[in-house]
């Protein structure tokens, strides 16, 4: 998201699969299989849990797979102790962020390390988000951090979210009022490079507007909130 350099660790060293539970009823297992498979149907995800075997549930409850725990690899929980922000960041929302909050111990290091903590939402479309609003997004990561850090305040999870809603595309609605009624912060700035801003005159703003921030204005809010 930002060029920038540092370290790269993965968040637990268990060997596991994602399954993946939707409103219609229906599971899956698999990163590959999970919302894209499913934009037709437009079935919204609704939890997710660890699976050891890749392979598919079947109708037999006998042959149902156990979800697995798992814990956060030391290293990896010194590293969110030691961080002047945590950002929850842009990726497929279900797969590339909510499933790294499921490692024990990465709700409870969240929690305790005092320091900024910031959502930046996806812009353009995400299969992943049918069905939620920002808030309702907003919201899980709480509620996955809790369950493992327990009752601890919002604002010990999530401070502030980033979002540019003149220049840039969010499929899900933004509700900026039950935002703040939250107690987060709602920074809505420019994120993309000043040549790709919307002209306020602009007939249709809307089928200009982007999918791509500008890292440096990004990084330029996370530094400052940082400092």
Do not use: W
């Amino acid at each position: 998201l930002l060029g920038a350099k540092g370290s790269v660790r993965p968040l637990t060293g268990a060997n596991l699969h994602i399954r993946t539970y939707y409103e219609d009823g229906t599971e899956e297992v698999g990163q590959h299989r999970m919302g894209k498979a499913r934009t037709g149907r437009k079935s919204k995800i609704i939890k997710l849990d660890l699976v050891e075997q890749l392979r598919q549930p079947s109708a037999n409850d006998a042959d149902r797979q156990e979800a697995q725990d798992c814990d956060v690899d030391l290293v990896s929980a010194e590293l969110i102790a030691s961080a002047d922000l945590i950002t929850y960041p842009m990726g497929s929302f279900f797969s590339s962020v909510l499933v790294n909050l499921l490692p024990q111990g990465v709700g409870r290091a969240i929690v305790k390390r005092n320091c900024p903590k910031i959502y930046i939402p996806n812009t353009g479309d995400d299969p992943e988000m049918h069905g939620y609003s920002l808030l309702e997004c907003a919201l899980l990561v709480i509620d996955l951090v809790r369950k493992d850090a327990g009752r601890a305040p919002i604002t010990d999870i999530l401070q502030y979210i980033l979002v540019d809603t003149r220049n840039c595309h969010y499929c899900v609605p933004v509700e900026k009022e039950k935002i703040a009624e939250m107690g987060i912060a709602l920074i809505d700035v420019q994120l993309v490079e000043d040549e790709d801003c919307i002209d306020p005159y602009h007939t249709s703003p809307s089928s200009s507007k982007k999918h791509f921030l500008s890292p440096s204005k990004v990084l330029e809010v996370c530094l400052t909130l940082g400092s």
